[in-house]
């Protein structure tokens, strides 16, 4: 039996509902249309909400709806964090349930905040990163002194990511500092005889900041339609990638002068 709302109370409440979660999506690095489409779907569940338009950019989402007649619209501006795959799943499998399932309201919200409070295990993101970059550095021809000077520098990279996080700086001033990081750590393992060849060991760990879910995201926008959105974040991924060219040019261009 389809839910219906009571009053207009309700429908807002509903409203505001669909923008947290279509909000928690795109802040965890989902594509534009999947938050559109969770936000409308949420909505539609309701038998006397009608008439459901969503609209997201990576900044923002907006929404309109009628209600019995009523015209009801909002916005959330949105502060984008991080690629977290784990709670795009689970934020997806809530609106799945609450759409066939009578979900009050503010069970609803318990649930999200639930998702959204989830906090990974640091010393797993640490491994991970190191893990990751040990094996791309090989993938892109290192030895294995190369892969162990990326397992440890990807590590380093890691902890640096995560204590950025903290200070709220720019992404571009971010990936500056991890890229510059990266670059000096790799000439003095080389130096002393830890690592065999830079580029391999740079190219391992900037594997961490490179923006392939953004890149891809933004690809898979475009080719359902949502032009502005993809090239907003097409953009991004650019400023990404100078940011990190940046970072590694400068540093070997000191290190340059040091050793």
């Not at 505001?16 to 999947?34: D, H, K, M, P």
Request: one cysteine or more; hydrophobic letters at 50%.
């Amino acid at each position: 039996m389809a839910k219906v709302l009571n009053n207009i109370k309700d429908a807002k409440d509903l409203m505001n509902l669909s923008l947290f979660t279509g909000a928690l999506l795109i802040q965890n690095g989902a594509e534009s249309y999947r938050a559109e489409d969770t936000i409308e779907r949420i909505c539609k569940s309701v038998s006397n909400i009608s008439n459901v338009s969503a609209y997201a950019l990576p900044s923002a989402i907006f929404i309109s709806m009628e209600f019995e007649g009523e015209t009801l619209s909002n916005f959330r501006k949105i502060t984008i964090s991080d690629t977290n795959l784990y709670k795009i799943d689970a934020v997806n499998s809530f609106s799945r349930e609450f759409v066939s399932k009578d979900i009050s309201i503010k069970e609803a919200y318990d649930i999200l905040f639930q998702i959204d409070g989830t906090e990974e295990n640091p010393l797993k993101i640490y491994i991970s990163g190191g893990i990751a970059s040990s094996f791309f550095s090989v993938l892109f021809g290192g030895g294995i002194k190369d892969f162990f000077a990326s397992f440890i520098i990807g590590i380093f990279i890691s902890v640096i990511l995560e204590k950025l996080s903290y200070f709220k700086l720019s992404f571009f001033i971010n990936n500056i500092i991890c890229a510059f990081i990266t670059s000096v750590l790799a000439i003095v393992f080389v130096y002393f005889g830890f690592g065999s060849n830079i580029d391999n060991i740079i190219i391992g760990v900037i594997m961490l900041l490179v923006p392939g879910v953004a890149i891809t995201n933004s690809v898979r926008d475009i080719m359902s339609g949502e032009f502005i959105t993809g090239a907003i974040t097409m953009i991004k991924a650019f400023f990404i990638a100078l940011a990190i060219a940046f970072g590694v040019g400068v540093g070997l261009k000191i290190m340059r002068f040091i050793i």
